[in-house]
């Protein structure tokens, strides 16, 4: 079975990017599966790191210098050049006092529940959800109070209503916002994030919202930082960022937080030792941030072709299977339970289609017959993905019938 290839002469590079070569990446989305799987599973993409972020990390490397970095005070020039890309990307003018570097973004949202929480106190996030958050939530004794989100004929959305309701009876302390939306790829709309905003405010929440994301958003789609709503919300938010997804450079282990609650940045500066972050983790993520534009204008170019090409795909040759088209990220987040595979689809493509997809019992509540498909890969092989899938259920279909 073969779909319609897409005619996209510009991304070339992209497309060439053969699978004999991706095999020997040494990286765990290529190593892990077994020989002959095809990777679409975990949140790193196949494409070549920007030039810049090589060049200043070859740079560095280069000078041989490795004791600790010369900042003076802890202070990471990544705290200036954040401030200045939420300005210039997204409106929002933080202020670069309130940021602070972190070496991942889940271990940061478990330091701000830790200074902002006591155990038995509720967390309300938005479900399906990146299984690590809710991890996190329930290690800490905290209680995960769901928002499910709901499939709608538009799409992916919440009900302002119920969740306001689940937050008031939650007992919650605390809120996380994951914008956009791993796995279901919504980019909240201005009007959603208020409704959260005013629950927020009534219930005295703290609400961390996790942007990792944001840079890849599809026009017409915007990414609205929760803070940038406006300084009242601002003050009772952290927000978390940083180059990982949008620029592949997740083992690098650099994210940075804007901490807009006062308390929590006292609280922060009393722990015996403060955040801290790999040097080279920093340069990349500046340069990423700096001169890193263009590349990103590219990927997510490509990575909206990729996101089409998967929507119509699935349409055509998996009507079993129900997916809304993400407007942001590189991630799909297929429905499959039609296809009566049981909670655990990514087994069957695992086994028969050789392909490697996240499965959706990962993101759970609501997560059991579904999968999450990566398409940050190059587009022949993202063919050769649906292809396979799409086979493996023709002939399942055919020794049914
Ligand atoms: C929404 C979200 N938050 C956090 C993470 C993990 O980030 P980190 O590796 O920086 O902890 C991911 C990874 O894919 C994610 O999708």
């Known amino acids: 079975m073969t779909a319609a290839r897409t005619d996209r002469p510009r991304y070339v590079v992209f497309d060439q990017l053969d699978e004999r070569v991706l095999r020997f990446r040494p990286g765990r989305k290529w190593r892990a599966p077994a020989p002959g799987v095809l990777p679409a599973w975990v949140a ?25 970095p010369d900042w003076p005070d802890g202070v990471s020039p990544l705290r200036a050049a954040f401030a200045y890309r939420m300005k210039e990307r997204n409106g929002w003018w933080p202020d670069p006092e309130h940021v602070r570097e972190f070496t991942d973004v889940v271990h940061a949202v478990r ?10 106190d509720g967390v309300a996030i938005h479900t399906p959800a990146h299984g690590p958050l809710t991890a996190t939530i329930e290690q800490l004794g905290l209680r995960v109070v769901p928002l499910p989100m709901i499939d ?11 969740c306001a309701r689940r937050v008031a009876e939650g007992g919650c302390r605390a809120l996380i916002i994951v914008n956009p939306h791993n796995p279901t790829g919504r980019a909240f709309t201005r009007d959603e994030l208020l409704s959260l905003a005013e629950a927020a405010e009534r219930h005295d929440l703290v609400v961390i919202s996790d942007d990792l994301h944001a840079d ?14 406006d300084p009242a919300i601002e003050a009772r938010t952290v927000t978390m960022y940083s ?30 030792s403060g955040p801290s972050v790999n040097v080279l983790g920093m340069l990349a993520c500046l340069a990423a941030w700096t001169e890193g534009a263009g590349w990103l204008d590219t990927v997510v170019d490509y990575l909206d072709a990729n996101r089409r090409i998967v929507t119509e795909f699935v349409a055509e040759h998996l009507p079993e299977v129900h997916h809304h088209m ?27 289609a050789r392909v490697e997809l996240n499965p959706g019992s990962g993101y759970n509540p609501g997560g059991d017959g579904f999968v999450r ?24 279909r055919r020794k049914v019938s």
């Not at 092989?381 to 399942?396: G, P, Q, S």
Request: hydrophobic share 45%.
């Open 44 to 68: 790193d993409m196949d494409f070549p790191v920007a030039e810049p972020v090589v060049s200043s990390l070859r740079r560095y490397i280069d000078m041989g210098d490795f004791g600790y």
């Open 111 to 120: 330091t701000m529940l830790e200074l902002s929480t006591k155990p038995g």
């Open 152 to 162: 709608t004929p538009d799409g992916w959305a919440f009900d302002a209503d119920d």
């Open 216 to 229: 890849l958003t599809y026009a017409p789609h915007r990414h609205l930082p929760f803070a940038s709503l």
């Open 243 to 272: 180059a990982s997804k949008a620029f592949g450079l997740a083992g690098l282990r650099c994210a940075v937080g804007h901490i807009g609650v006062a308390a929590l940045r006292d609280r922060l500066a009393e722990l015996p």
């Open 326 to 352: 993400p407007e942001a990220t590189y991630l799909s987040w297929l429905d499959c339970r039609g296809l009566g595979y049981g909670p655990d689809p990514a087994s069957f493509f695992r086994d028969h």
């Open 373 to 396: 498909l990566n398409f940050a890969t190059p587009a022949p092989l993202l063919h050769k993905i649906l292809d396979r899938m799409a086979d493996a259920v023709a002939n399942t």
